[in-house]
């Protein structure tokens, strides 16, 4: 028996927790975070709504959006101060990596949850990578914004528009959580030895750094760079899938029907006014893409994921791709630390077993 004939190989179906945090229906292509639908909350909660949804869920308390505000604005400040002492080990990095090392570099600030010293500091770390690839010094945050305004100030080192803030806050609250991911279930295991939300949320990154999860949405404006022409659309994707690569952007474990996420992210892209040729384009590879995976892997479903418009919405907001994973950790953490926070709350040590097919002693 090799490993891939388990019916639990990949852990399809296991129920590894028990959740007030988020909920995902593949059928039905349903996401609903703490108690509300997707798409509803992206059109009116703030990332900071969602993150005191998530944070009063996770600990059976209440967490008001006022003071997840003023919070994360301190903690904003904290990890600015700490640049200094982070940024050294992260240079010659590539702006994942040097993600990596700075995240890890995160530790206990007095007077500030661990919570909120990470979701504060994410955004912070990552603004900073990316002026520090371009040359540039890193920005100092503007506590009294909401975490989506500041991070495009101090990728910027100018204030962005309303709609640009609207749009990136919108794609924060989209993806701050989604069910037992494999970064939320990495946060989880972490937690459930008792390590601190510093482990759990270094771990987690770490699991969405693959091209399977997060690491996906940079290669996917790579192919809408690679495809380029309308004509080269049909060429491009069939040889891609005859060669047997995966198209970035579709497919998901879960979900047998289209992401709910990905209409959400559509119409934040759609508000923005994204160049109707760029958007034209992509939305014709969506479409033969989908056509072309049906043909090619008939009966697996595979349909857009949350990834293909996170691309252009990101790039529309001028966020270099190597930087897309860290912008997501910085969405995501808000999940990690809910659920690493119910997990230490309400679980138990998370410690599966494994089918042993080596030889065994005479
Ligand atoms: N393109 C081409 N073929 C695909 C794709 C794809 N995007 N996705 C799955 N398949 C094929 C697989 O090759 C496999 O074919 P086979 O049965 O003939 O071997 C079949 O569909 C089933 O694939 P699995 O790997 O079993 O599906 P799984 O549930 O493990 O994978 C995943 C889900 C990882 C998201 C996959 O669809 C994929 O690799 N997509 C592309 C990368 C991507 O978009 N990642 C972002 C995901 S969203 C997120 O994590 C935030």
């Known amino acids: 028996m090799t490993i891939h004939q388990t019916s639990t190989a990949g852990l399809d179906g296991v129920e590894a927790a028990v959740t007030m945090l988020s909920h995902v229906n593949g059928e039905a292509g349903e996401l609903v975070i703490a108690g509300s639908r997707v798409g509803e909350l992206a059109s009116e909660s703030s990332f900071e709504g969602v993150v005191a949804r998530l944070w009063s869920a996770a600990s059976a308390g209440e967490t008001a959006e006022a003071d997840v505000r003023a919070a994360l604005g301190q903690a904003r400040l904290r990890a600015f101060r700490r640049l200094p002492d982070i940024l050294p080990a ?23 949850s661990p919570e909120v010293t990470l979701v504060g500091a994410l955004p912070v770390l990552a603004a900073a990578l990316v002026r520090q690839a371009a040359g540039k010094n890193p920005v100092a945050p503007d506590a009294t914004l909401g975490e989506a305004a500041d991070l495009l100030r101090m990728l910027r080192g100018e204030a962005a528009s309303t709609a640009e803030a609207r749009a990136l806050d919108a794609y924060l609250v989209t993806v701050s959580d989604h069910g037992m991911n494999a970064s939320t279930f990495a946060a989880r295991v972490v937690a459930s030895t008792q390590a601190n939300l510093f482990m759990s949320v270094t771990a987690a990154y770490c699991a969405l750094s693959g091209p399977l999860h997060g690491g996906a949405p940079g290669p996917v404006l790579d192919m809408l760079d690679a495809i380029g022409t309308r004509e080269n659309i049909a060429p491009w994707v069939d040889a891609a899938l005859a060669r047997g690569d995966r198209l970035m ?75 897309f ?38």
Not at 92 to 107: E, K, Q
Not at 293 to 321: C, H, M, S, W
């Open 90 to 112: 992260t240079r010659g990095l590539p702006i994942m990596d040097g993600f990596r090392a700075a995240v890890a570099a995160i530790g206990p600030e007095d007077g500030l």
């Open 249 to 323: 952007g579709f497919g998901h474990r879960i979900y047998k029907v289209r992401d709910p996420r990905a209409d959400v992210l559509k119409r934040a892209v759609d508000r923005l006014g994204v160049s109707k040729a760029d958007l034209g384009l992509a939305a014709e590879v969506e479409d033969y893409a989908r056509m072309a995976l049906e043909k090619a892997k008939p009966g697996r479903r595979l349909d857009t994921n949350v990834e293909f418009y996170t691309a252009i919405l990101l790039d529309a907001l001028k966020i270099p791709r190597d930087a």
């Open 325 to 362: 994973t860290p912008i997501f950790a910085a969405a995501r953490a808000a999940g990690w630390t809910a659920h690493a926070i119910e997990q230490q709350r309400t679980g138990r040590l998370l410690r599966p077993s494994s089918v042993y097919v080596g030889p065994m002693p005479a």
